[in-house]
């Protein structure tokens, strides 16, 4: 019998709500809030609406196949969980219980170099296929290094995320007094107390709480000094020649994450790389940038089907996904929903995020006529002028 909790968890927005009531409010606008005034972080979200399907049901669809096919291997649905730092913010242990989540699911789950995990213990879980974040740092040798680690800990691709290299002015965080590195201020204090099921919940763990990928036995490790540490890392100064040199040392599966330009869609493909991830990081960084999915087409034009296109950004109902598929993306990342799920019930939460996608995806392609997921092509959308 399900948990009681699943009558209200009827929807990604109601999870959202639910997500909202169970956490600190600093700690929910840090999941939540987005760049400046939020306007490309609406746009994500908006733009779907100028997108319309054109369903052809006498195509018969009495049962539908999910599954698609990324890089050999076989995902149960077109969804993927995107990385997402912190996610132990919110749930004890939460990328390894996110990661079980999306194995029980049986989708990718990509981790964030900022988790609260190492990426060795991550892989205890089993969960696969796993992806790696990495980003380009000021000494490659760092870089290399997590690289390494990848490789040996048997991470099936690499996400190079490219639009994360100057932090971006996130003013929920600055109004809460919530910022990397922590400062919850008085304000932020208090809504923990009133959140006590949260607060029992992380007593254990909220103390001790690092970025997992970053501890070095000579060096502090607790979250402010990491946090800090890694803002000073990132290099704003990186070139296509990072990514050039990265391709040679990754011998699995390379994503860049964060391309909206479909001339550098391009040359993504021209140094190698196996797959483009079309993100505005879901409207964090560059306000006013392009919607994730009006990029989506252009990206899509430009490579061609020379490498999976994915995209994430505002995919909120099972139609987004499908409208982005009939675009054609291969699949979708998500990031904040994931984690709205592991917050209102941790591996459970998130199980219930996927499977509310895999069955609304269901229903759109059956509405549609689309029996697979190949049958969802650029017939059955149009995008709207007016």
């Excluded at 740092?137 to 290399?144: I, L």
């Amino acid at each position: 019998m399900p948990p009681i909790w699943h009558q209200k968890a009827y929807s990604i927005n109601a999870m959202r709500d639910m997500a909202r009531a169970t956490l600190p409010n600093s700690i929910f606008d840090f999941a939540d809030g987005g760049a400046d005034d939020e306007t490309t972080l609406r746009q994500n979200e908006a733009s779907f609406n100028q997108y319309t399907l054109m369903p052809r049901p006498l195509n018969g669809a009495p049962t539908r196949d999910l599954s698609v096919e990324l890089f050999g291997k076989r995902l149960n649905l077109p969804v993927i969980i995107g990385p997402t730092g912190l996610s132990g913010l919110f749930w004890p242990d939460g990328e390894r219980e996110t990661a079980k989540a999306a194995h029980a699911a049986g989708t990718a789950f990509c981790l964030s170099h900022g988790s609260t995990c190492t990426m060795e213990e991550l892989a205890t879980t089993d969960a696969a296929p796993r992806w790696m974040q990495v980003f380009i740092y000021k000494d490659r040798s760092f870089t290399q290094e997590f690289c390494d680690r990848a490789e040996a800990a048997g991470f099936d691709a690499l996400v190079l995320t490219i639009d994360n290299q100057i932090p971006s002015k996130r003013e929920r965080d600055l109004r809460n007094g919530f910022t990397i590195p922590p400062s919850f201020g008085l304000s932020g204090y208090i809504s923990m107390a009133m959140k006590y099921k949260w607060l029992w919940r992380m007593r254990s763990t909220l103390g001790t709480m690092t970025f997992g990928n970053y501890v070095r036995p000579d060096q502090a490790s607790d979250l402010s000094a990491l946090a800090a540490q890694m803002t000073e890392l990132l290099d704003p100064g990186m070139t296509w020649a990072d990514v050039e040199w990265l391709r040679k040392i990754w011998k699995k599966p390379l994503l860049i994450k964060g391309i909206l330009h479909p001339d550098d869609a391009t040359k993504a493909i021209e140094l190698g790389v196996d797959g483009i991830i079309v993100s505005n990081h879901g409207g964090r960084q560059l306000e006013g940038a392009i919607s994730s999915i009006n990029a989506l087409p252009e990206v899509i034009n430009e490579v061609d089907g020379q490498v999976p296109v994915l995209m994430d950004g505002g995919i909120r109902r099972g139609s987004d996904v499908v409208k982005a598929l009939a675009l054609g993306a291969t699949a979708c990342l998500v990031g904040r929903p994931q984690l709205w799920g592991v917050a209102t019930a941790g591996q459970a939460g998130v199980e219930r995020i996927l499977d509310i996608y895999k069955r609304e995806i269901d229903m759109a392609m059956g509405l549609c006529g689309a029996s697979d997921i190949s049958e969802i092509t650029t017939d059955l959308i149009r995008h709207n002028t007016d």
